[in-house]
């Protein structure tokens, strides 16, 4: 494995000259020194500056022969780290004062990628890009569909984060699947669920089978025989206030959750050709409100939820959740399994359900299409800008030395840390103190493929973030991750994670626009959030009729007057379509 790792750096980072794991220095190197604006550091409980974190020491030990001449230069980096909760305003702070260092991160400008350039305050990296960047590059040509979005009219402007595949999700669609098994039976047969825990409630099994064939739900009208069936059960337990599915204060989610599998997202989407439509007028979109009518006339829907303004979406009625009133909500993912067990609830059980492909309402253009739109962690996000300070730096090894994060292995290193045959080598003091003697993470061979088994007590000692470097920019390395979970656990977020979100637009491309359409645009979306806010409830509730032609035309002139058109407008300019 230390051959294969060794060999993986040499491909992925051809421009690092060779270091000893163990060397955090060499003395014949010279620096190029750099101070950099994270968005935000590591609690001081862990350390008192981000300069000892130990990825951005070896990273920093590092020699990088940038035009490969044979003379490795060091990188040396001064961190800089806002103050917590006022992010934004130091941000600007230092932009109006003009202290902006030569690194910032973007995450709370105010000011997009190409107003920052047209004030002169940021460079074009397109020259170092292509000539210093070639795992960055690679990863844009694998990625086209994302690349429109990561530069300004072909200019290199800002350098974004990325991944390699979306991240596990930390929340979606779940459902009580106890009360599948103890008051549901079999749609072909008529036969009762059976199924439970085992003793120390670490598996779970049953014999639930939906309509469509399969042991979890996949259609609409798989969804409609589960809400049913857990109505049933609200009813059969005297449940008081309870309800079957749970719906967030605005009818609908604009990311497209739930309602993209109508045939469109109800929000701006990517269609086939890569180019940028609305739904919210859609036939898909109707559709979705009589399904959503007929569940709230159906008394599934929390009736009561165009009140509840105050939550988000994946934190609705709490309480209701937790005290187990509800059938099926969105939600996150530490209720699954038995993780809501408690008094009168020590047999519970939640699933997480795929999002749903409608087979019921509307015509066939609103009928068998999957999921493409729904909220799901971007495999590209804001990143950093290099500012004119760096001008007559040395941009070539800093861009060099940045590659190496977009490679397999500096992704590795900057997503989880050290491994167990790096830390064995480094021996980095910070982790043998804090019980990682053996590195964060494991490579091992499964079925062909190589797996990264990460430790456990990573996340249980709350020390992810202090061990690795992703206050850096790079790759995040989420494909072929074992997570030591649970049975129930895993089959959930397969299933969270069966779709991908390919029609979703990313908020990437906001930096594409001018500070003029970007202002233009926040009007927009504010003025319909609280027009359909109001509007959508009513054609769920039934004040408005879903069915009416007049009062539908009625709805979607009302969109139109709000500029949605406009707004798409400025997102396919911006992609150049």
């Not at 857990?230 to 990311?255: D, K, P």
């Amino acid at each position: 494995m230390k051959r294969q790792m060794k060999k993986l750096m040499a491909l992925t980072c051809a421009a690092a000259l060779a270091v000893p794991f163990s060397a955090y220095a060499s003395e014949a190197a010279e620096e190029c020194t750099f101070t950099w604006l994270l968005d935000d550091g590591v609690e001081s409980i862990y350390y008192d500056s981000y300069d000892e974190n130990p990825v951005a020491k070896y990273w920093q030990s590092m020699e990088w022969d940038a035009d490969g001449d044979g003379a490795g230069e060091k990188i040396a980096i001064t961190y800089q780290v806002p103050p917590a909760g006022a992010q934004g305003d130091n941000f600007n702070t230092l932009l109006g004062t003009g202290e902006l260092p030569e690194i910032v991160s973007m995450s709370y400008s105010s000011q997009n990628a190409q107003s920052l350039y047209e004030d002169g305050v940021i460079l074009d990296l397109t020259e170092y890009v292509e000539k210093y960047m070639p795992n960055y590059l690679a990863w844009m040509e694998e990625h086209p569909e994302k690349a429109a979005s990561m530069t300004n009219d072909g200019k290199y402007l800002m350098l974004y984060n990325v991944a390699d595949v979306p991240e596990d999700p930390w929340g979606g669609y779940m459902y009580r699947r106890d009360w599948l098994v103890q008051y549901g039976t079999n749609p072909e047969t008529g036969e009762a669920f059976t199924g439970g825990w085992n003793e120390d409630k670490t598996e779970w099994t049953d014999n639930v089978v939906f309509p469509s064939g399969g042991s979890d739900p996949v259609y609409i009208s798989d969804w409609e025989w589960m809400l049913g069936i857990l109505n049933e059960a609200i009813e059969r337990e005297g449940i008081e206030g309870g309800y079957a599915f749970q719906l967030y204060y605005t009818g609908f989610l604009s990311t497209g959750d739930f309602n993209s599998g109508f045939g469109t997202p109800m929000c701006n989407y990517l269609d086939e050709d890569g180019v940028v439509k609305n739904g919210l007028t859609s036939e898909g979109a109707r559709a979705y409100l009589q399904c959503m009518n007929t569940w709230y006339e159906n008394g599934w829907i929390n009736q009561d939820f165009e009140e509840n303004v105050s939550d988000t979406f994946f934190m609705v009625d709490m309480a209701g959740t937790y005290s187990g009133k509800v059938g099926c909500w969105y939600g996150l993912t530490g209720q699954i399994g038995n993780g809501m067990a408690g008094e009168g609830m020590e047999d519970i059980c939640v699933y997480g359900a795929a999002q749903p492909i409608n087979d019921v309402y509307g015509d066939d253009s609103c009928k068998g299409k999957e999921p493409n739109c729904f909220f799901e962690t971007d495999i590209v996000s804001t990143g950093i800008c290099i500012t004119e300070k760096a001008a007559e730096k040395d941009l070539a090894t800093l861009c060099t030395a940045l590659d190496y994060f977009y490679g397999s292995e500096g992704a590795l290193l900057r997503t989880y840390g050290f491994s167990d045959e790096q830390q064995a080598e480094i021996q980095d003091a910070y982790y043998n103190e804090n019980g990682f003697e053996n590195g964060v993470y494991t490579a091992v061979e499964e079925d062909g493929k190589t797996v990264y088994q990460i430790d456990p007590n990573r996340d249980a000692l709350n020390m992810a973030i202090p061990l690795n470097g992703f206050r850096m920019i790079g790759m995040a390395a989420n494909d072929n991750i074992d997570w030591g979970r649970d049975q129930v656990m895993q089959h959930s977020i397969d299933e969270q994670k069966k779709y991908t979100a390919t029609a979703a637009v990313g908020s990437t491309v906001i930096n594409q626009m001018t500070s003029d359409q970007s202002a233009e645009v926040s009007t927009i979306s504010a003025n319909l959030m609280t027009y359909t806010a109001q509007a959508i409830p009513s054609f769920i509730i039934g004040r408005t009729e879903i069915d009416d032609d007049a009062q539908w035309q009625s709805y979607c002139d009302e969109i139109a007057a709000y500029g949605i058109d406009t707004w798409v407008g400025y997102l396919n300019e911006a992609l150049g379509r």
